[in-house]
């Protein structure tokens, strides 16, 4: 793998995990009584450009030019070749469902602000897609732990 | 006289100060429902995109043809998922904040519930299919 690609990789993962634990925090300060809108605001723009970060330029590419080409055939030889074909295949599907998520609860944060406590239910669902943001975000890490040791092996 | 001149003129600030404050009110209410109506079309155009997601990750490996359009069309399948993904989610929520009426709380979260439902349920669903297509086909 060239150096240009090893970069491209290493921001993947970093934007993608920054992303999903930024979204475990909007998760947890939206359950407490007074959320402080600060932090909320931050860390929802922050962690919703880092999982775009992460989807398009940095991921996106290195999956494209690189996954298939180089990555897959050395999984699909081996011992277990349904890390691929399961594991792969879905956190790369699965993952788009990230960044539509992340921006939808952004909208919710930065167009309600302060009068978010005034809307319980609508602050506990924007809590509960947050949950789901770093369920699956963190499923789909261990995914990439499995799949890099994989094809590293 | 001069009582009624002062009467007279608090009655008059006062009622331009009661205008004033009903026409921010009104302001307001149409910000309020500005931004309601943003969020519910986002809920829309997200929940859209999760069926999406979905039926075109299962229908394009059940149907190869449709995988080699997106092949052709976006140089890879994966490429034209994103892509049409985020059309959909901007075609969606633009239709939405169009053609939907008065936004409020109660409706969008209502849509959330189901956008929810259909994560949780769409998450199992992919894997699901993968596990089938990969070791039990």
């Known amino acids: ?153 | 006289m001069l009582d009624f001149e002062i009467n007279s003129s608090e009655f008059i600030s006062g009622e331009t100060i009661s205008s004033k404050s009903e026409g921010l009110r009104i302001e307001n209410m149409e910000n309020d429902n500005t931004k309601l109506k943003i969020i519910y079309a986002a809920t829309l155009g997200t929940i859209a995109v999760v069926v999406f997601i979905v039926a075109i990750t299962i229908g394009a490996d059940l149907y190869l043809p449709l995988k080699d359009w997106l092949k052709n069309v976006f140089s890879h399948h994966w490429v034209g998922k994103s892509v049409l993904s985020a059309i959909i989610f901007g075609v969606i929520a633009f239709l939405t904040m169009i053609f939907s009426g008065q936004a409020s709380e109660e409706k969008i979260n209502k849509a959330l519930k189901i956008l929810i439902w259909l994560v949780i349920l769409g998450s199992p669903a992919i894997i699901g299919f993968f596990i089938w297509e990969a070791l039990l086909k």
Not at chain 1, 24 to 40: D, E, M, R, T
Not at chain 1, 47 to 75: D, H, R
Request: glycine share 8%; no cysteine; proline share 3%.
């Open chain 1, 1 to 153: 793998m060239s150096a240009f690609l090893s970069v491209f990789l290493i921001i993947h993962v970093i934007f993608g995990v920054v992303g999903i634990f930024l979204f475990g925090g909007v998760a947890l300060n939206l359950l407490k009584q007074k959320p402080s809108f600060k932090i909320l605001k931050w860390f929802s723009l922050l962690g919703f450009l880092g999982l775009m970060i992460s989807w398009t330029i940095s991921g996106g590419y290195y999956y494209v030019t690189y996954y298939g080409k180089a990555i897959k055939p050395i999984i699909q030889a081996g011992a277990t070749p349904w890390v691929h074909s399961v594991i792969m295949e879905t956190k790369e599907h699965i993952f788009l469902f990230l960044p539509f998520l992340a921006f939808l609860t952004m909208l919710i944060i930065w167009l309600n602000k302060e009068s978010l406590i005034e809307k319980p239910r609508l602050k506990n669902m924007a809590a509960i897609v947050s949950f789901l943001i770093m369920v699956i975000g963190i499923a789909i890490i261990l995914a990439g732990i499995l799949i890099s040791g994989t094809a590293s092996r």
